[in-house]
Nanobody, 116 residues
Framework: QVQLVESGGGLVQPGGSLRLSCAAP????????IGWFRQAPGKEREGVAC????????YYDDSVQGRFTISRDNARNTVYLQMNDVRTEDTAVYYC?????????WGQGTQVSVSS
């Protein structure tokens, strides 16, 4: 069964940076538009960034526009989320999935905690 694998999370101070990775064993990410999603405690999961499969056009939620960058490396079958100038409100579990999401391939996510 295909399951996406997120990594790269951790504890970071406000204003710091992290790079998240999304790997997909047995699943070709380049065939799909891929999104990064996050879920903070007590909140619904929300989409924060997306990269299209047709032309690599990128889209961002207003809350991360100008701070986060989504990219893909097709040779490594990996999608990244570069997070710069992080804020406490970015604290959440981050997931990747196709966009729109395929419900059966959600991974475990990677925890990002922003705190001083």
């Amino acid at each position: 069964q295909v399951q996406l694998v997120e990594s790269g999370g951790g504890l970071v101070q406000p204003g710091g940076s992290l790079r998240l990775s999304c790997a997909a064993p047995g699943f070709t990410l380049d065939d799909y538009s891929i999104g990064w999603f996050r879920q903070a405690p007590g909140k619904e999961r929300e989409g924060v960034a997306c990269i299209s499969n047709s032309d690599d056009r990128t889209y961002y939620d207003d809350s991360v526009q100008g701070r986060f960058t989504i990219s893909r490396d097709n040779a490594r079958n990996t999608v990244y989320l570069q997070m710069n100038d992080v804020r406490t409100e970015d604290t959440a579990v981050y997931y990747c999935n196709t966009n729109p999401p395929l419900p059966t391939i959600w991974g475990q996510g990677t925890q990002v905690s922003v705190s001083s």
